[in-house]
């Protein structure tokens, strides 16, 4: 790979692109360069999600396709085709309903376990190539080229994105840089720009420069509108201007993370040591909008319970244990005619647990505390609060060992088979009615009343339409 970091032949920072102001990383950035330093490679699902439902409706190609959030009120996913007709994502259904009366545009209800589960295979495939794989989003990964020369790296950019069609028939696009925040700028002009075959590259000081300088500021990583609307009342309209401001007037300018962004824009990659560090999310959310709205207390069980599942999958993911959970509801604002009612309720674990049947029963009591019959619930969620490392767990001296050893091992098997490209998502757990005559659990083999049981019912994985198995609480 050419070494674009400094244009002179001194390692002491004075010849360097960045100027004396860069003078501390720039020597480092040109050791790494000449030590043959690897490129971060960003790969994107095009409109990933009307490109999954493309996989089972072909029909579809070439027809402009708009796919809708869970309760169908706004557009998430829009072909080129819808795009081109000016849907934008985010865009409320109602203020595009003639637009797709008159080019009869295709919607769709979002089918978001199916995403999951075609985003499973797909990050699988790029594995198969690349090796380790980050996944950043569930339509974006990045990765990291081995230090190969360009041939090599661009020969093996363009197998991965002929290996993901190929093998799970979504389109993609790949962008490579010595940083991630470049790797997504070139992402953006390979999925734009046909005539990049869906592979661009930035590897070289001069294609970093013209690139910038075609786009806005705001369309940087890490930078967003507020960010950008005060970035441009320092005359900064376009990335290049920011890249080439002196790091004296950026430190006044913008905040730690916006600093970070400016010296990945100047070719010094310095955001991997954060997606390195393996951070513990301090809380962790699972919310959702119903549509139609639920009335029965029946079917709020049903929503938190799964709510509940998956927020602990994520804590038990980052390997960490929950010492609280607060459950809401809430109904209609939006029908100020009906009976208005929000609330929300915190309970507190007797000892920190990532385990799920344990917070799904602290769950269910906190929303029968907080229920009220006869309203129409429109919003439903569960929060893990007071997040603790699991090595740090104080357990209670009355608590088996031999349980509480038995449910983490539970625990880790259905999160192996869950994250496994063979079997992903493949078991869901399920509080349900028994018979009278099983007296015994499935899951733990020990004997239980006939009322409440944790079930764990397969999912076919060749059929990824289905719908998953209802959680049915009584």
């Given at each position: 790979m050419q070494n674009w970091f400094c244009r002179g032949d001194k390692n002491d920072g004075t010849d360097c692109c960045h100027g004396n102001f860069f003078q501390l990383y720039v020597c480092v950035a040109c050791e790494r360069a000449l030590k043959g330093f690897a490129m971060f490679?960003?790969?994107?699902?095009?409109?990933?999600?009307?490109?999954?439902?493309?996989?089972?409706?072909?029909?579809?190609?070439?027809?402009?396709?708009?796919?809708?959030?869970?309760?169908?009120?706004?557009?998430?996913?829009?072909?080129?085709?819808?795009?081109?007709?000016?849907?934008?994502?985010?865009?409320?259904?109602?203020?595009?309903?003639?637009?797709?009366?008159?080019?009869?545009?295709?919607?769709?209800?979002?089918?978001?376990?199916?995403?999951?589960?075609?985003?499973?295979?797909?990050?699988?495939?790029?594995?198969?190539?690349?090796?380790?794989?980050?996944?950043?989003?569930?339509?974006?990964?990045?990765?990291?080229?081995?230090?190969?020369?360009?041939?090599?790296?661009?020969?093996?950019a363009r197998e991965i994105v002929r290996r993901v069609h190929r093998w799970t028939g979504i389109p993609t696009s790949l962008g490579m840089a010595p940083t991630r925040t470049l790797a997504k700028v070139a992402a953006g002009f390979a999925k734009k720009?046909?005539?990049?075959?869906?592979?661009?590259?930035?590897?070289?000081?001069?294609?970093?420069?013209?690139?910038?300088?075609?786009?806005?500021?705001?369309?940087?990583?890490?930078?967003?509108?507020?960010?950008?609307?005060?970035?441009?009342?320092?005359?900064?309209?376009?990335?290049?201007?920011?890249a080439d401001l002196p790091e004296t007037q950026v430190g006044t300018i913008v905040n730690l993370t916006g600093h970070r962004t400016w010296k990945e824009l100047n070719g010094f990659p310095c955001i991997e040591a954060d997606a390195e560090s393996g951070v513990r999310r301090k809380q962790i959310s699972t919310t959702r909008t119903f549509s139609p709205c639920k009335t029965g207390l029946e079917a709020l069980e049903e929503a938190v319970a799964s709510f509940m599942a998956i927020a602990a999958r994520?804590?038990?993911?980052?390997?960490?244990?929950?010492?609280?959970?607060?459950?809401?509801?809430?109904?209609?604002?939006?029908?100020?005619?009906?009976?208005?009612?929000?609330?929300?309720?915190?309970?507190?674990?007797?000892?920190?647990?990532?385990?799920?049947?344990?917070l799904i029963k602290e769950a269910m009591a906190a929303l029968h505390e907080i229920y009220r019959p006869g309203l129409l619930y429109r919003r439903a969620g569960v929060h893990i609060t007071d997040i603790v490392s699991s090595g740090e767990v104080q357990h209670s001296l009355f608590s088996s060992v031999d349980d509480?050893?038995?449910?983490?091992?539970?625990?880790?098997?259905?999160?192996?088979?869950?994250?496994?490209?063979?079997?992903?998502?493949?078991?869901?757990?399920?509080?349900?009615?028994?018979d009278p005559a099983c007296r015994r659990s499935v899951v733990c083999g020990e004997p239980v009343a006939p009322c409440k049981t944790l079930v764990l019912r397969p999912m076919p994985v060749s059929d990824v339409s289905l719908p998953l198995p209802v959680i049915n609480l009584s």
């Open positions: 490679g960003l790969i994107d699902c095009n409109n990933f999600f009307v490109s999954c439902e493309r996989i089972f409706r072909p029909e579809l190609e070439g027809r402009p396709v708009v796919v809708m959030s869970n309760n169908d009120g706004c557009a998430v996913s829009m072909s080129n085709e819808a795009k081109a007709l000016g849907i934008t994502r985010g865009k409320p259904m109602f203020e595009v309903r003639d637009i797709i009366k008159r080019h009869n545009v295709a919607t769709i209800s979002g089918n978001h376990r199916m995403y999951g589960d075609i985003s499973a295979r797909v990050m699988s495939t790029i594995g198969s190539v690349a090796g380790d794989v980050e996944i950043y989003s569930i339509d974006e990964a990045f990765i990291q080229f081995p230090n190969l020369d360009n041939e090599g790296i661009q020969a093996m720009y046909p005539s990049y075959r869906n592979v661009c590259a930035i590897d070289n000081d001069e294609k970093r420069c013209k690139a910038l300088s075609l786009i806005d500021i705001e369309s940087v990583w890490g930078v967003g509108r507020r960010l950008g609307a005060r970035l441009r009342r320092y005359g900064i309209v376009k990335a290049i201007d920011f994520k804590l038990r993911l980052q390997d960490s244990c929950a010492t609280g959970i607060s459950v809401f509801i809430q109904t209609n604002q939006y029908r100020p005619e009906l009976e208005q009612y929000v609330n929300s309720v915190y309970r507190r674990m007797s000892e920190p647990t990532a385990d799920s049947m344990t509480r050893n038995r449910r983490e091992r539970l625990m880790k098997t259905i999160d192996a088979l869950n994250t496994s490209p063979r079997t992903y998502n493949m078991l869901r757990t399920a509080i349900c009615n028994t």
